[in-house]
């Protein structure tokens, strides 16, 4: 049983009636960890996906605790994130739910809406000379 999960208890109630459901301790609520929905999970691995193809990147990891979510990407499965892409709900209504975290920790954008925050990391289009 995880943390997110309380134990219930049932209260003894005179015969007849229904018991009682109260929580582990009292005015405990049980935090649920942030996830990625599956519209966000989507967009991330397009881009995952073209990067891979691409040759940029070969692995991610998934982290999702009580404060925020975290899709890292790796070149390699044994160094430290090549970029982070955060949603952290305390931010929805400051400088957005969305973070794009560089590999020293350095924040490339912000935002509100994942598309636009994910074209940071997005090739650009360059011009090819005969």
Known sequence: MSDAEPIAWFRQRPSGTAPEISGARSGFIAARPVTFDRGEIGLILK????????????????????????????????????YRIV??????????????????????????????VLRVLMRKPTLVTA
């Not at 990067?51 to 009580?66: I, T």
């Not at 929805?92 to 560089?102: F, S």
């Open 47 to 82: 881009l995952y996906g073209a990067k891979v193809a691409a040759g940029e990147w070969r692995d991610y990891a998934l982290d999702f605790g009580r404060d925020s979510a975290i899709f890292s990407v790796f070149r390699r499965a044994s160094e430290m994130p090549l």
């Open 87 to 116: 949603k952290d709900p305390t931010l929805a209504r400051k400088q957005g739910l969305y973070t794009v975290l560089t590999e020293g920790g350095a924040i490339l954008r912000r935002g509100h809406d994942l598309a636009q």
